[in-house]
Antibody, heavy 116, light 107 residues
Framework: QVQMVQSGSEVKKPGASVKVSCKAF????????ITWVRQAPGQGLEWMGC????????NYEPKFEGRVTMTTETSTSTVYMELSSLTSDDTAVYYC?????????WGQGTLVTVSS | DMQMTQSPSSLSASVGDRVTISCRAS??????LNWYQQKVGTAPKLLIF???SLQGGVPSRFSGSGSGTDFTLTISSLQPEDFATYYC?????????FGQGTKVEIK
Protein backbone atom coordinates (compact mmCIF):
# COMPACT_ATOMS: atom_id res chain seq x y z
CA GLN A 1 0.00 0.00 0.00
CA VAL A 2 1.43 3.33 -1.07
CA GLN A 3 1.80 5.74 1.84
CA MET A 4 3.59 8.97 2.58
CA VAL A 5 4.33 9.41 6.28
CA GLN A 6 5.45 12.80 7.54
CA SER A 7 7.22 13.89 10.67
CA GLY A 8 5.38 15.42 13.59
CA SER A 9 4.29 18.95 14.44
CA GLU A 10 6.88 21.64 15.07
CA VAL A 11 6.89 24.92 16.97
CA LYS A 12 9.57 27.38 15.94
CA LYS A 13 10.55 30.91 16.81
CA PRO A 14 10.71 33.63 14.15
CA GLY A 15 14.00 33.51 12.29
CA ALA A 16 14.53 29.82 12.90
CA SER A 17 14.49 26.96 10.38
CA VAL A 18 12.34 23.85 10.21
CA LYS A 19 13.02 20.54 8.49
CA VAL A 20 10.07 18.30 7.68
CA SER A 21 10.53 14.70 6.55
CA CYS A 22 8.36 12.57 4.31
CA LYS A 23 8.98 8.83 4.09
CA ALA A 24 7.58 6.87 1.17
CA PHE A 25 6.25 3.33 1.40
CA UNK A 26 4.88 0.83 -1.07
CA UNK A 27 6.45 1.93 -4.36
CA UNK A 28 9.83 2.39 -5.97
CA UNK A 29 10.96 5.72 -4.55
CA UNK A 30 13.14 6.72 -7.50
CA UNK A 31 10.32 6.46 -10.04
CA UNK A 32 8.37 9.48 -8.82
CA UNK A 33 8.89 13.12 -7.96
CA ILE A 34 7.74 14.39 -4.59
CA THR A 35 5.74 17.61 -4.35
CA TRP A 36 5.42 19.92 -1.35
CA VAL A 37 2.29 21.98 -0.76
CA ARG A 38 1.38 24.10 2.23
CA GLN A 39 -1.88 25.41 3.65
CA ALA A 40 -2.08 28.31 6.07
CA PRO A 41 -4.93 28.20 8.64
CA GLY A 42 -8.26 28.67 6.88
CA GLN A 43 -6.55 29.30 3.53
CA GLY A 44 -6.09 27.48 0.24
CA LEU A 45 -3.34 25.28 -1.12
CA GLU A 46 0.04 26.71 -2.08
CA TRP A 47 2.56 24.82 -4.22
CA MET A 48 6.10 25.10 -2.86
CA GLY A 49 8.04 22.96 -5.29
CA CYS A 50 8.98 19.42 -6.16
CA UNK A 51 12.03 17.19 -6.30
CA UNK A 52 12.91 14.20 -8.43
CA UNK A 53 13.11 10.95 -6.51
CA UNK A 54 15.83 9.74 -8.86
CA UNK A 55 17.60 12.92 -9.92
CA UNK A 56 17.34 14.80 -6.65
CA UNK A 57 16.84 17.91 -8.78
CA UNK A 58 14.43 20.40 -7.26
CA ASN A 59 12.17 23.00 -8.79
CA TYR A 60 11.03 25.68 -6.34
CA GLU A 61 8.23 28.23 -6.37
CA PRO A 62 10.14 31.51 -6.86
CA LYS A 63 8.66 33.10 -3.74
CA PHE A 64 10.48 30.47 -1.66
CA GLU A 65 13.74 30.53 -3.62
CA GLY A 66 16.64 31.07 -1.25
CA ARG A 67 14.63 29.96 1.79
CA VAL A 68 13.61 26.43 0.89
CA THR A 69 15.74 23.35 0.31
CA MET A 70 14.33 20.00 -0.73
CA THR A 71 16.55 16.92 -0.56
CA THR A 72 16.19 13.20 -1.01
CA GLU A 73 17.70 10.24 0.82
CA THR A 74 17.15 7.30 -1.49
CA SER A 75 18.54 4.75 0.98
CA THR A 76 15.55 5.38 3.25
CA SER A 77 13.02 6.58 0.63
CA THR A 78 12.76 9.87 2.48
CA VAL A 79 12.41 13.43 1.26
CA TYR A 80 13.17 16.47 3.38
CA MET A 81 11.90 20.02 3.08
CA GLU A 82 13.77 22.68 5.02
CA LEU A 83 12.43 26.22 5.28
CA SER A 84 14.57 28.94 6.82
CA SER A 85 14.08 32.48 8.14
CA LEU A 86 10.64 31.60 9.41
CA THR A 87 8.01 34.25 10.07
CA SER A 88 4.47 34.01 11.37
CA ASP A 89 3.31 33.87 7.74
CA ASP A 90 4.94 30.44 7.49
CA THR A 91 2.55 28.97 10.05
CA ALA A 92 0.80 26.29 8.05
CA VAL A 93 0.24 22.61 7.47
CA TYR A 94 2.91 21.29 5.13
CA TYR A 95 2.07 18.34 2.88
CA CYS A 96 4.22 16.08 0.78
CA UNK A 97 2.68 14.14 -2.09
CA UNK A 98 3.85 11.57 -4.61
CA UNK A 99 4.19 12.81 -8.15
CA UNK A 100 4.67 16.16 -9.85
CA UNK A 101 2.04 16.73 -12.54
CA UNK A 102 -0.77 14.96 -10.67
CA UNK A 103 0.24 14.30 -7.04
CA UNK A 104 -1.86 11.32 -6.08
CA UNK A 105 -0.87 10.05 -2.63
CA TRP A 106 -0.49 12.64 0.10
CA GLY A 107 1.07 12.60 3.51
CA GLN A 108 -0.98 13.35 6.59
CA GLY A 109 0.44 16.85 6.88
CA THR A 110 2.83 18.47 9.34
CA LEU A 111 1.73 21.51 11.31
CA VAL A 112 4.48 24.10 11.64
CA THR A 113 3.71 26.90 14.05
CA VAL A 114 5.93 29.98 14.12
CA SER A 115 5.50 31.94 17.31
CA SER A 116 7.64 33.96 19.65
CA ASP B 1 2.50 33.15 -12.36
CA MET B 2 -0.49 31.42 -13.89
CA GLN B 3 -3.62 32.61 -12.12
CA MET B 4 -6.40 30.10 -11.53
CA THR B 5 -9.82 31.53 -10.71
CA GLN B 6 -12.59 29.28 -9.45
CA SER B 7 -16.26 30.11 -9.36
CA PRO B 8 -18.26 30.16 -7.29
CA SER B 9 -16.21 30.50 -4.09
CA SER B 10 -18.93 28.63 -2.26
CA LEU B 11 -22.27 27.06 -3.00
CA SER B 12 -25.12 25.43 -1.14
CA ALA B 13 -26.70 22.33 -2.62
CA SER B 14 -28.90 19.43 -1.65
CA VAL B 15 -28.22 15.73 -1.83
CA GLY B 16 -29.03 14.59 -5.34
CA ASP B 17 -28.32 17.94 -6.97
CA ARG B 18 -26.09 18.33 -10.01
CA VAL B 19 -23.19 20.60 -9.11
CA THR B 20 -20.82 22.40 -11.45
CA ILE B 21 -17.63 24.19 -10.44
CA SER B 22 -15.67 26.32 -12.90
CA CYS B 23 -11.98 27.05 -13.11
CA ARG B 24 -10.45 29.63 -15.43
CA ALA B 25 -6.75 29.97 -16.20
CA SER B 26 -5.12 33.31 -17.00
CA UNK B 27 -3.47 31.71 -20.06
CA UNK B 28 -3.98 28.50 -21.98
CA UNK B 29 -2.90 25.42 -20.03
CA UNK B 30 -3.91 22.89 -22.68
CA UNK B 31 -5.48 20.06 -20.65
CA UNK B 32 -2.98 20.13 -17.77
CA LEU B 33 -5.55 20.54 -15.05
CA ASN B 34 -6.32 18.45 -11.96
CA TRP B 35 -9.13 18.57 -9.43
CA TYR B 36 -8.79 17.85 -5.71
CA GLN B 37 -11.30 17.37 -2.92
CA GLN B 38 -10.40 18.36 0.61
CA LYS B 39 -12.38 17.69 3.75
CA VAL B 40 -11.70 19.61 6.93
CA GLY B 41 -8.60 18.40 8.74
CA THR B 42 -7.51 16.01 6.01
CA ALA B 43 -5.11 16.03 3.08
CA PRO B 44 -6.38 16.80 -0.43
CA LYS B 45 -7.57 13.86 -2.48
CA LEU B 46 -6.95 13.65 -6.21
CA LEU B 47 -10.24 13.25 -8.08
CA ILE B 48 -9.44 14.02 -11.70
CA PHE B 49 -6.17 14.49 -13.58
CA UNK B 50 -5.43 15.79 -17.07
CA UNK B 51 -8.82 17.52 -17.20
CA UNK B 52 -11.04 14.46 -17.51
CA SER B 53 -9.28 11.29 -16.32
CA LEU B 54 -10.88 9.83 -13.22
CA GLN B 55 -8.43 8.80 -10.53
CA GLY B 56 -8.76 5.18 -9.45
CA GLY B 57 -11.39 4.59 -6.78
CA VAL B 58 -13.20 7.90 -7.41
CA PRO B 59 -16.93 7.51 -8.03
CA SER B 60 -18.14 8.00 -11.59
CA ARG B 61 -20.49 10.81 -10.52
CA PHE B 62 -17.41 13.04 -10.71
CA SER B 63 -16.38 14.23 -14.14
CA GLY B 64 -14.19 16.92 -15.64
CA SER B 65 -14.11 18.75 -18.92
CA GLY B 66 -12.55 21.69 -20.71
CA SER B 67 -9.38 22.78 -22.44
CA GLY B 68 -7.31 25.90 -22.92
CA THR B 69 -8.47 28.32 -20.24
CA ASP B 70 -11.90 27.07 -19.14
CA PHE B 71 -12.52 23.93 -17.14
CA THR B 72 -15.39 22.38 -15.25
CA LEU B 73 -15.82 19.84 -12.48
CA THR B 74 -19.26 18.25 -12.39
CA ILE B 75 -20.82 16.14 -9.67
CA SER B 76 -23.82 14.51 -11.30
CA SER B 77 -25.72 13.65 -8.12
CA LEU B 78 -24.35 15.14 -4.91
CA GLN B 79 -23.90 12.69 -2.06
CA PRO B 80 -23.52 13.44 1.67
CA GLU B 81 -19.82 12.56 1.56
CA ASP B 82 -19.20 15.12 -1.23
CA PHE B 83 -19.56 18.14 1.03
CA ALA B 84 -16.03 19.50 0.98
CA THR B 85 -13.80 22.10 -0.64
CA TYR B 86 -12.68 21.55 -4.21
CA TYR B 87 -9.52 22.93 -5.81
CA CYS B 88 -8.35 23.07 -9.39
CA UNK B 89 -4.61 22.76 -9.98
CA UNK B 90 -2.68 23.59 -13.14
CA UNK B 91 0.49 21.71 -14.03
CA UNK B 92 1.18 23.28 -17.39
CA UNK B 93 3.56 26.06 -16.41
CA UNK B 94 5.76 26.23 -13.32
CA UNK B 95 5.19 27.34 -10.71
CA UNK B 96 2.18 25.04 -10.57
CA UNK B 97 -0.75 26.90 -9.02
CA PHE B 98 -4.08 26.14 -7.38
CA GLY B 99 -7.41 27.86 -7.58
CA GLN B 100 -8.66 29.49 -4.40
CA GLY B 101 -11.13 26.70 -3.73
CA THR B 102 -14.89 26.18 -3.88
CA LYS B 103 -16.65 25.15 -0.69
CA VAL B 104 -19.67 22.93 -1.25
CA GLU B 105 -22.08 23.15 1.67
CA ILE B 106 -25.31 21.47 2.62
CA LYS B 107 -28.47 23.40 1.73
Amino acid sequence: QVQMVQSGSEVKKPGASVKVSCKAFGYIFTTYHITWVRQAPGQGLEWMGCIGGYSGKANYEPKFEGRVTMTTETSTSTVYMELSSLTSDDTAVYYCARGDTAPDVWGQGTLVTVSS
Amino acid sequence: DMQMTQSPSSLSASVGDRVTISCRASQSISRNLNWYQQKVGTAPKLLIFATSSLQGGVPSRFSGSGSGTDFTLTISSLQPEDFATYYCHQTDTTPWTFGQGTKVEIK
